[in-house]
Nanobody, 124 residues
Framework: QVQLAESGGGLVQAGGSLNLSCTASGRTDTARAMAWFRQAQGQERTIVAAISWSGRVTHYADSVKGRFTISRDNVKHTVYLQMNSLKPEDTAVYYC?????????????????WGQGTQVTVSS
């Protein structure tokens, strides 16, 4: 089993930045591809960004391209999401997810482990 713990959420004004972190514990050798998803109130959970185990392959939702950057540190078993130029529509609970596969996927159903989520609220 893998446990994922997110941190870094909070309240920020539009145009501001936040950096989310997600640290894996337990069977970290099985937390290979990792991703950030988000779920706004009353909406489905959707992909924000995903990264391969090596870090060389990344995918982004069109809505965050050029503003968000996903990265990872495999020594620290941590994945990051740097969020810049935040907009009110970025408001959501952000979830970290890990997959036993090496290649990243944008599908919720592909991921084996999930964190509890961290709230990001962007005020206008």
């Amino acid at each position: 089993q893998v446990q994922l713990a997110e941190s870094g959420g909070g309240l920020v004004q539009a145009g501001g930045s936040l950096n989310l972190s997600c640290t894996a514990s337990g069977r970290t050798d099985t937390a290979r591809a990792m991703a950030w998803f988000r779920q706004a109130q009353g909406q489905e959970r959707t992909i924000v960004a995903a990264i391969s185990w090596s870090g060389r392959v990344t995918h982004y939702a069109d809505s965050v391209k050029g503003r968000f950057t996903i990265s990872r540190d495999n020594v620290k078993h941590t994945v990051y999401l740097q969020m810049n130029s935040l907009k009110p529509e970025d408001t959501a609970v952000y979830y970290c997810a890990a997959d036993v596969d090496y290649a990243p996927s944008g599908e919720v159903s592909s991921y084996d482990y999930w964190g509890q989520g961290t709230q990001v609220t962007v005020s206008s």
